[in-house]
């Protein structure tokens, strides 16, 4: 695999990210509301870093399926997620994509009437949007590429690593030979 951030750089960015999104919520309560299942770890350091009145949940969005790196249909379970009616809300997402992810939870969450909400994301792919929305918040802009750790993963596996890697065709391959 090749590390295209390290274990310190993650950490700067998501703490940097932090400092933003407080100063954005400066005196307010926030309830953030994590994706499942790839923004856990980064979810898990934000509500650390960030010294605001907090309320915390879950929602469940899934576009991949099995051995691949193409996008599915989306499914999302909002059956998990606590109560976001008139309350400031960050939706916590690992990546920005094409976007058709977020946008599509966002509609959703919307549907339960929250006074406001904005996105966090740990990175965003370079030239990869295909929707008219821009995160709130996002620690690191990356290449298009397949990448893995830090809660981001490829057949539910990597999400472990402490760091953010690409994953290259001699590593799909060992991955495939692996029981």
Known sequence: ???LLDKESLHQGVADMARQI???????QLTIVGVLTGSVVLMADLIRLIQLPMRVGVIQAS????ATTERGDLLINSELMIDISGRDVLLVDDIFDTGHTLTRVIEKMREFKPHSIRSAVLLK???RAEVDYVPGFSAFDIPDEFVVGYGLDYEDMYRNLPYL???EPSDLEKHAALP
Request: hydrophobic share 35%; charged share 35%.
């Open 165 to 167: 890697a690409a994953l």
């Open 125 to 127: 792919k370079k030239g």
């Open 63 to 66: 576009s991949y399926r099995g």
């Open 1 to 3: 695999m090749k590390i």
């Open 22 to 28: 407080e100063a954005a919520y400066e005196g307010r």
